[in-house]
């Protein structure tokens, strides 16, 4: 029971954190390095951006291109179809393997499919079953 709490808690915790915690944190210190580091050492953006506080309210204004970027990203352009292919190339599991904890019903599946007198489709079950068990 206390172990469980404490997974649990641990995943609340990531989230919470990766969310809501570090992230304005993250934007802060990207802020402050873009500014002090790359603006203040080019003249040009120097007078665009003449102090901190000029350079924070311009800021935001970077989330709607970051929208727009991920929404061409997902919707208009190939390179999320193939993060996915690559994805499912480099993941045994979402195309010739079970999960572990699978193999129960599958080995039900196919002994119903036997009874059913579907011999190649329970055929082709067990092996897939033989070939996650390696």
């Known amino acids: 029971m206390i172990l469980r709490h404490l997974q649990r808690s641990w995943f609340f915790f990531q989230k919470g954190y ?17 500014y002090y580091l790359a603006i203040r050492s080019v003249p040009a953006l120097t007078q665009v951006f003449p102090n901190f506080t000029n350079f924070l309210i311009i800021f935001p204004l970077v989330y ?44 039900l599946f196919s002994a119903l499919a036997r009874k059913e007198g579907l011999n190649e489709a329970a055929d082709q079950m067990d092996e897939i079953i033989r070939r996650s068990q390696k």
């Open 64 to 107: 709607p291109v970051c929208v727009l970027l991920g929404w061409l990203h997902y919707g208009k352009s190939n390179q999320y179809k193939h993060e996915q292919e690559i994805s499912v190339l480099s993941n045994p599991y979402s195309t010739n393997k079970i999960a572990p904890i699978s193999y129960a019903p599958w080995a």
């Open 18 to 34: 990766g969310t809501y915690l570090s992230l304005p944190f993250a934007l802060t210190s990207f802020a402050t390095t873009v």
